[in-house]
């Protein structure tokens, strides 16, 4: 949704922030709950945050520590 309200040059800037070099999609999403959702693959974890947004976090902490 984002990415119909940005201009092409909010867009570029945005794309330049983001390591993963694009805007994340509902599959990216859906891909994070699935996993969620499966105890096999995610049942040992508690309390965590998980980012969907292609480094984003991950580069703005890296670049402010």
């Given amino acids: 949704m984002v990415k119909q309200l940005h201009?092409?040059?909010?867009?570029?800037?945005?794309?330049?922030l983001v390591p993963?070099?694009?805007?994340?999609?509902?599959?990216?999403?859906?891909s994070a709950?699935?996993?969620l959702l499966d105890p096999r693959k995610s049942g040992y974890m508690?309390?965590?945050?998980i980012c969907v947004d292609g480094g984003f976090t991950a580069a703005r902490m890296k670049s402010s520590g």
């Fill in 46 to 49: 508690t309390g965590q945050t």
């Fill in 20 to 30: 993963q070099q694009r805007y994340g999609t509902p599959a990216d999403v859906a």
């Fill in 7 to 16: 201009s092409e040059q909010a867009r570029a800037a945005w794309i330049d």
């Fill in 33 to 35: 709950a699935i996993f």
